[in-house]
């Protein structure tokens, strides 16, 4: 149906800088009844391949979560299945053409479906996924909570000039109260130091990863009496600091506990727990298919940055909202300005993504990165929310299309998975290209 001409682009879609995982192993996971303990998913192996085809799929059994139940009418998709979209080719980022359900197996999916004006073009399951599992999200979660947040900016409950401490006294003395909300918004709040996951001498590690239970904790800090950062919050008002050598707002430079400071924000100005705010405003609005839930800190804070869990469909369903700014069945659920003002791009925008060079170098697609948005064209209104492991949620208002897909990519980061994850991509994009003409 789509005729498809592309020219390979070196386009690689990052979260946030994470050394590369172990590499893939060959076990059958949770095998038994009980399981024996070599296949168990732990703590210490849930984002491990090939655990996390398991874990990404039921990570309330490796993690503490918090419900999100769904509520009211469905919100009736059509179905127009379109065979072709399986078969057809696009090249992978050494060249070697491939078939769009080919692109995906082979290349760590658990799920992809193609969505196009209200429609349900394609949709396919790999790994155990099916249309009634939940995934994890991880980082497309920041998308979700800059979209809760325009809600209080449309009412005028938060200015995006002032400082988060303005709003949350705790954060006065802090990193972040040189800071505005639109420079949390834009990962531009120049902090001092670097995320890692699994480097055990990097602050970021030792600190907050073990508060948003990316790693086990140990000794002291695995009791709340002795440990001195609990929640991610105590991260944010006791540890985060930051770069003396660069102001606010000049540089893009990708950093999850910025995330913290908007659900922070969004709780106190609300009067609601976070995962409350967004079922109420989001998720018991949209017709989701099934109830949403999102992983927690130990303090048993909702993980903003990389904690919500949805089927695919419904996944779908959101980029749909989004798509349609912010409107769904009739209803206005997100205020349209709120949505279209993540593509009013400016010089500013552009320069200050520009600055990192690790983006650019790379050659990554990005323009720009705002409001927990990657933009990929403004002009066409293409953009995605993206996840470590290979989670993205792609939006393309020229083609009236969105393409979510779920993933167990080994290396965790999209430069260190760049041929799995550039390829699946590229393929979108190519077909989004087709399905504009």
């Not at 469905?74 to 053409?97: L, M, N, Q, Y």
């Not at 939940?134 to 002032?162: C, F, P, R």
């Not at 965790?412 to 699946?424: D, I, N, T």
Request: aromatic residues 12%; proline residues 4%.
């Amino acid at each position: 149906m789509y005729k498809l001409t592309i020219t390979i682009a070196l386009i690689v879609a990052l979260t946030h800088a994470i050394a590369q995982q172990q590499p893939a192993v060959h076990v059958k996971v949770m095998d038994g009844f009980p399981p024996n303990r070599e296949s168990l998913v732990t703590m210490k192996n849930f984002r491990e391949h090939p655990f996390s085809q398991w874990s990404f799929r039921n990570a309330g059994a490796a993690l503490h979560v918090l419900m999100m139940p769904r509520s009211g009418a469905i919100h009736a998709f059509r179905e127009k299945p379109d065979h072709t979209i399986a078969t057809t080719v696009s090249p992978d980022t050494e060249g070697t053409p491939m078939s769009f359900e080919v692109m995906f197996r082979e290349h760590d999916a658990d799920g992809v479906i193609v969505v196009k004006d209200n429609t349900v073009l394609y949709e396919q399951y790999w790994n155990g996924l099916s249309r009634d599992y939940q995934h994890i999200w991880y980082s497309v979660s920041k998308s979700m909570a800059s979209t809760a947040l325009g809600i209080l900016v449309e009412n005028k409950k938060v200015d995006l000039t002032a400082s988060p401490a303005h709003y949350i006294p705790e954060l006065k003395g802090s990193a972040f109260e040189r800071v505005t909300i639109q420079d949390v918004l834009n990962m531009s709040t120049a902090m001092g130091y670097t995320e890692s996951y699994t480097d055990t001498a990097n602050f970021y590690f030792k600190y907050y990863a073990v508060a948003a239970n990316a790693r086990e904790a140990k000794g002291a800090e695995a009791d709340p009496k002795t440990a001195e950062v609990w929640s991610v919050y105590d991260f944010l008002t006791k540890k985060a600091f930051i770069n003396k050598n660069l102001e606010p707002g000049v540089k893009f430079e990708y950093s999850s506990p910025n995330v913290d400071v908007i659900s922070w924000l969004i709780a106190r100005v609300s009067g609601v727990p976070y995962q409350e705010f967004l079922r109420e405003n989001i998720w018991a609005k949209i017709g989701a298919e099934h109830d949403a839930f999102i992983t927690v800190d130990k303090s048993h804070t909702p993980i903003a940055t990389g904690g919500v869990n949805t089927t695919l469909r419904d996944a779908a369903l959101f980029g749909h909202l989004i798509l349609n700014r912010g409107k769904i069945d009739g209803k206005q659920i997100i205020p349209a300005t709120w949505v279209d003002e993540t593509l009013r791009l400016t010089a500013a925008d552009k320069e200050r993504y520009s600055k990192n060079h690790v983006y650019v170098n790379a050659k990554m697609p990005w323009v720009s990165y705002k409001n927990f948005w990657w933009i990929l064209d403004e002009t066409k209104g293409e953009y995605a929310g993206v996840g470590i492991h290979g989670q993205v949620i792609y939006i393309n208002r020229s083609a009236n299309c969105v393409i979510a897909y779920f993933s167990s990519q080994p290396v965790a980061s999209s430069v260190g998975a760049y041929k799995a994850f550039v390829s699946k991509l590229n393929a979108c994009r190519a077909l989004a290209k087709g399905m504009s003409r």
